[in-house]
């Protein structure tokens, strides 16, 4: 093969890498529009409610007949804020955080799915971990729901979530 053959090669090769890597780059920094960031954080705000044992935060930002899975068993809002308080008292902490989110709105219904990083904390020490989850939300506009001050100014409700381990 003649040497101008291979720069050729080369070249075409570390185009290739060049722009496939700044397209990854772009789509893992896509900008969100308004609405897109008020579903994540109305999903980071029950995460924070959850984190702080808040019930009535966490009803703030969940629809009435949200849901959730995990661990392979549904769970209502009253359900799993439970197993969540009896998990603190037996010692342990969560630490979640909404990263990668991938947001789709149509209308008054939302779909999310992110890669949740957090963490689990007790007697033995911190564990890292990482699952992808995805929720389904819905806008609730007008419907006479109370919101505490806490909650965020959005219409976004949380409908039902999934989790992944991966």
């Given at each position: 093969?003649?040497?101008?053959?291979?720069?050729?090669?080369?070249?075409v090769?570390?185009?290739?890498i060049?722009?496939?890597?700044?397209?990854?780059?772009?789509?893992?920094?896509?900008?969100?529009?308004?609405?897109?960031?008020?579903?994540?954080?109305?999903?980071?705000?029950?995460?924070?409610?959850?984190?702080?044992?808040?019930?009535?935060?966490?009803?703030?930002?969940?629809?009435?007949?949200?849901?959730?899975?995990?661990?392979?068993?549904?769970?209502?809002?009253?359900?799993?804020?439970?197993?969540?308080?009896?998990?603190?008292?037996?010692?342990?902490?969560?630490?979640?955080?909404?990263?990668?989110?991938?947001?789709?709105?149509?209308?008054?219904?939302?779909?999310?799915?992110?890669?949740?990083q957090?963490?689990?904390?007790?007697?033995?020490?911190?564990?890292?971990q990482?699952?992808?989850?995805?929720?389904?939300?819905?806008?609730?506009?007008?419907?006479?729901?109370s919101?505490?001050?806490?909650?965020?100014?959005?219409?976004?409700?949380?409908?039902?979530?999934?989790?992944?381990?991966?």
């Amino acid at each position: 093969m003649s040497s101008r053959l291979r720069t050729c090669l080369l070249t075409v090769a570390l185009a290739l890498i060049f722009s496939a890597h700044v397209s990854t780059a772009g789509a893992q920094e896509k900008r969100l529009t308004a609405e897109e960031t008020q579903i994540v954080n109305t999903v980071s705000m029950i995460f924070a409610a959850a984190r702080t044992d808040d019930v009535a935060k966490f009803d703030s930002v969940i629809a009435l007949d949200f849901y959730i899975y995990d661990g392979g068993v549904r769970f209502n809002g009253d359900a799993i804020m439970a197993l969540i308080k009896a998990q603190h008292a037996a010692g342990k902490r969560y630490e979640w955080k909404v990263t990668e989110p991938d947001v789709h709105i149509s209308g008054n219904t939302a779909w999310i799915a992110y890669v949740n990083q957090g963490s689990i904390t007790d007697a033995s020490g911190t564990t890292n971990q990482k699952w992808v989850e995805s929720a389904f939300l819905e806008k609730q506009a007008g419907t006479g729901r109370s919101f505490s001050c806490t909650a965020p100014a959005s219409p976004w409700h949380l409908k039902t979530t999934m989790t992944n381990d991966i």
